[in-house]
């Protein structure tokens, strides 16, 4: 019906073509708008009398769908017409300029502001911050911040997402005194004002204290809609289970009368979060049982490593189920976190199959995860074919997957591939270094027997060794004669780590292999002056949902004469030649 009245034969029983415009535009039918963009330029050319409405409105309409080099194209053609552009159309090129990322753009549109003489405007200088903000320019937008007129709680809420979320060197007494500072000039929080502060304040060293005046405020001073309100008892409960205050949490859970997916899944994850996979599952079937609330891909990643905690491997394999019976095992995080799951509860084939056959979208945390599940089940010449795979297709490695690689080449003993690998992540792809990739080729060395060229790497790097470097280096220290590189490794780890009893108790055996009882003497001397101790090494086994622990030389276990029995036949099996 709409666009046979575009096209109508009788024009006085037609509406006004800007209206039809208008109304083409907000149409919410899915067939009309795939060709919204098509059809709105024809009755755009239509109008004899096109106004600056006509030009935002169609502006607005290639914004909509992702359009971007015709929006300033049609800027361009309206600025050579009669029609001057207005506040209006100024905020959509702002805006399509920050969802660009385009900085220089974005520079530009806010010059042309300047010499038009719409700064002074409220929304438009918004958009304008907005746009900074997207394009990490939070210095750019707090000087337009602080030369506006005047400001509405939305600018103050523009500027405080930005130094609470932002990559910007603003501290948390910054933040809590440039609230103090909207106060004082009249301003009135609102929810968006809650929603940046409530997350502030459930950081490790947030302000807790602020966080519970908050609460208070939000129930004494506020009066919220529904999705208002849910918004932000959401945010207070993530701000409670961060602060390890679940019983809190909880409370405002059950308080709610109306929860949605959010709500559900934000209280699942304050109790994982803390520790608690078993209650985490718990709410979930009581989400199934009470509510009419449907799982999402979201909840579901909450929920998989809370099934893997609690049931192993037959509570992944249930979630997977799950996921597969609503629809949304193709998305990408799922699929990763199953491929992780899979693969750490020894089934790589499954772990495989999901990446083959369900990650449809493979990014380069999937191809991640897939070679460390290689790497981890040692299988190191797949490892290296799907990391060859990942770089063929067009995806640049990150550090992750560069060490996932190495750790596969390292117990697989493919050096040279490995110290390839390494280089060509470094020289071709353009990673630095992290002290976990130099661990992977140091170990690589090791384990290769080429103690003297993981030496010399480790006083090559421009990092400082951390435990793991030297950890890696010393289990490669497996001869008599690597006394020296043993000796050096364990002073090294002592002078990193002054407090962990391990090194001494390691470097003092060290010694005593070597008979230099003096040396032995003075370590336990250092450690009774220091008051160290080790702590006694603990295993642990799941079967049939019940966890068995063990220490070193552990009597305790009421099947511990039985495993002793088996132990020292094991023992004699291996002394067999």
């Known amino acids: 019906m709409l666009i046979s009245l575009m096209f109508s034969k009788n024009p006085s029983k037609s509406p006004p073509p800007h209206h039809l415009l208008q109304l083409l535009t907000k149409t919410q039918s899915l067939k009309l708008t795939k060709q919204t963009h098509i059809q709105s330029p024809t009755l755009f050319n239509s109008i004899e009398l096109k106004d600056t409405y006509s030009y935002n409105t169609l502006i607005n309409t290639y914004a909509k769908h992702n359009l971007y080099h015709q929006c300033f194209t049609l800027f361009n053609s309206m600025c050579h017409s009669i029609h001057s552009p207005d506040e209006f159309t100024f905020s959509i090129l702002a805006n399509i300029s920050g969802d660009t990322g385009h900085f220089f753009a974005g520079k530009w549109v806010h010059g042309k502001c300047v010499k038009r003489g719409f ?28 030369e506006m007129p005047q400001r509405s709680i939305a600018s103050w809420n523009i500027m405080l997402g930005m130094y609470v979320n932002g990559e910007c060197s603003f501290s948390d007494s910054d933040v809590w005194e440039f609230v103090k500072r909207m106060l004082l000039e009249g301003q009135k929080i609102n929810e968006f004002t809650l929603s940046n502060l409530l997350p502030l304040c459930g950081k490790r ?86 509510s009419e609330v449907e ?58 199959k999901v990446f083959d056959h369900d990650c449809h979208s493979k990014d380069t945390i999937s191809w991640s995860c897939m070679i460390s599940a290689c790497g981890l089940h040692g299988n190191g010449h797949e490892a290296v074919t799907l990391y060859d795979k990942m770089v063929t297709s067009g995806i640049k490695p990150d550090a992750i997957s560069v060490v996932g690689v190495l750790s596969a080449c390292s117990k697989s003993g493919l050096v040279e591939k490995g110290l390839d690998v390494y280089n060509k992540a470094i020289t071709v792809f353009g990673l630095d270094p992290t002290v976990e990739m130099c661990s992977c080729v140091v170990d690589l060395l090791g384990r290769s027997g080429r103690l003297d060229e993981a030496l010399t790497f480790i006083k ?118």
């Open 119 to 146: 700064v002074a405007d409220v929304v438009l200088a918004n958009s304008l911050m907005l746009m900074y903000g997207k394009c990490d320019r939070t210095e750019d937008a707090r000087k337009l911040f602080e």
């Open 205 to 290: 060293m947030g302000r807790f204290d602020h966080g519970r005046e908050l609460h208070w405020y939000i129930v004494r001073k506020m009066n919220l809609d529904v999705d208002s309100g849910v918004h932000l008892n959401c945010c207070l409960i993530d701000m409670y289970s961060r602060r390890s205050k679940v019983s809190l949490a909880r409370f405002v859970f059950d308080q709610m009368r109306f929860r949605n997916i959010f709500v559900w899944t934000a209280m699942m994850n304050g109790y994982l979060r803390n520790g608690d996979p078993e209650e985490t599952v718990r709410l979930f079937r009581e989400m199934r049982r009470a």
């Open 295 to 352: 799982p999402n891909e979201v909840l579901v990643l909450t929920l998989l490593p809370a099934c893997n905690l609690t049931a192993g491997l037959l509570g992944v394999q249930q979630t997977h189920g799950l996921s597969v019976k609503k629809g949304f095992i193709n998305h990408t995080s799922l699929c990763n976190s199953l491929i992780d799951m899979y693969s750490k509860n020894g089934l790589l084939t499954s772990a495989r």
């Open 460 to 577: 090559s790097m421009h990092l400082e060794p951390g435990p793991s470097v030297w950890g890696a280096l010393l289990s490669g220290c497996v001869d008599p004669a690597h006394y020296e590189t043993k000796v050096l490794g364990y002073k090294s780890l002592i002078e990193i780590e002054p407090e962990n009893a391990s090194n001494y108790v390691s470097l003092s055996n060290v010694y005593a292999t070597s008979r230099r009882w003096d040396y032995v003497a003075d370590i336990r001397r250092v450690m009774k002056e220091r008051n160290l101790s080790k702590v006694p090494g603990c295993s642990w086994i799941t079967v049939n949902r019940k966890t068995h622990s063990f220490l070193v030389a552990d009597k305790a276990h009421p099947a511990c004469d039985k495993i002793y029995e088996i132990l020292s036949e094991l023992v004699l099996v291996m002394k067999r030649p």
